[in-house]
Structures are given as C-alpha cells and as structure tokens.
T-cell receptor
Framework: NAGVTQTPKFRILKIGQSMTLQCTQD?????MYWYRQDPGMGLKLIYY???????DKGEVPNGYNVSRSTTEDFPLRLELAAPSQTSVYFC??????????FGPGTRLTVT | GQQVMQIPQYQHVQEGEDFTTYCNSS?????IQWYKQRPGGHPVFLIQ?????EVKKQKRLTFQFGEAKKNSSLHITATQTTDVGTYFC???????????FGGGTRLMVKP
C-alpha cells in the first residue's frame, strides 16, 4: 500500500491564483481530512469527509473548497490565493476507531 | 466546540533527563491518540487510549488517560536525541468523526 499520497510536494503561487492540492489514499478509509500547519504551530482542520459525497467544514474553511466523489480521492481547492494561505497542508485518512494516517504534506507559498 | 490544550509548548532537556507533556480537553473524549512529528516530517501515530484510567507503555514512553477521560499525559524516560520532535495529542469526539489536535509540545534534546 502507498498509504496517503499528496501532490504536489511544493508549490509557489502568486496572489489571486488558484490551485488544487491532490490527496489519494489506497486503504479504503471512509474518513479523510485536510489540515494546515503554519510554522511552529499545531494542526488546524480545514475540511473533512466521512464518506464519498459527504463533506463538512472544519475550524478554518474560508478560502478553500473540497469534493469527495470517490472513496480514494479528496482534493482541496484554493481559490484566489492569499499570503495568509502560505502553510504546509496535510491530508489524512482513517477508518472508524483507528489511527489517522497522514500524507507527506504540500508546502505552499503565496507571494 | 471541543478544545484540546497541551502544555508545555516547548521543552529543552539534557539527554538522559525525563520529559512529560500534558493534554487537557474541554469535553469528555471518546478516545485520545498521540502522534509524533519529526522536524520537516508529517505526524505519525504513536498510540491510542480508550479506557478511563488506561496506562500503556512503549519502551521508554508511558501514556496515561485520565479517569474522567478529559486529560492525558505522555512521559518519556531517559530521553535520547532520537526523541526530538513535536508530540501532539488528539481527542476523538463522541460522534467519532473528528480528531481535535492539541497545539503540540516541541521537545529538544541536548546531547
């Protein structure tokens, strides 16, 4: 199993540009999550999904959108990028009652 | 909403000294999980505690879950340089769909 994969690993965006961060898991997990982690800080939940077709907002959803058309994929869309969205983005997945598996992260800089 | 607080935020120790990080939730938790994040890496699952008053050990690491299921601790005996990283606790809500992460404790070990 590859686990949780994220692309790209790094990205530099200009203010106002848009992009999609990809996340795929091959463990047939129902639950998937997107977090952002600012330097030296903890993890803040952006959006989560409890299954295909179901998504819900987390703590900091503004400026982001998600979709979950399949069990495997949970892309995160940034519209009109702003410098405040400079961060490391982690995707994670898990099964009911089990631990959470994290992807390697996407390091995003908005200038 | 559920809040999980973690102290201390930082801890510098001499190699061989002990280390403890504490985690407190504003609400009763279904379970609590601990993760370790090495510098530049992603969070990796360490352990899950489910029962009130539960204590689990992993070599030099001892994890406790409080009787009221609102607090937890991680104790490392005789730290080593390989213990360097940030330790996060995460509480699972009663609906079982979301983990709320504490802010993390960053451990630095001087050789």
């Amino acid at each position: 199993n590859a686990g949780v994969t994220q692309t790209p690993k790094f990205r530099i965006l200009k203010i106002g540009q848009s992009m999609t961060l990809q996340c795929t898991q091959d463990m047939n997990h129902n639950y998937m999550y997107w977090y952002r982690q600012d330097p030296g800080m903890g993890l803040k939940l952006i959006y989560y999904s409890v299954g295909a077709g179901i998504t819900d907002k987390g703590e900091v959803p503004n400026g982001y959108n998600v979709s979950r058309s399949t069990t495997e994929d949970f892309p995160l869309r940034l519209e009109l990028a702003a410098p405040s969205q400079t961060s490391v983005y982690f995707c994670a997945s898990r099964s009911w009652g089990e631990e959470q598996y994290f992807g390697p992260g996407t390091r995003l800089t908005v200038t | 909403g559920q809040q999980v607080m973690q102290i201390p935020q930082y801890q510098h120790v001499q190699e061989g000294e002990d280390f403890t990080t504490y985690c407190n939730s504003s609400t009763t938790l279904s379970n609590i999980q601990w993760y370790k994040q090495r510098p530049g890496g992603h969070p990796v699952f360490l352990i899950q505690l489910v029962k009130s008053g539960e204590v689990k050990k992993q070599k030099r690491l001892t994890f406790q879950f409080g009787e009221a299921k609102k607090n937890s601790s991680l104790h490392i005996t005789a730290t080593q340089t390989t213990d360097v990283g940030t330790y996060f606790c995460a509480g699972l809500n009663n609906a079982g769909n979301m983990l709320t992460f504490g802010g993390g404790t960053r451990l630095m070990v001087k050789p």
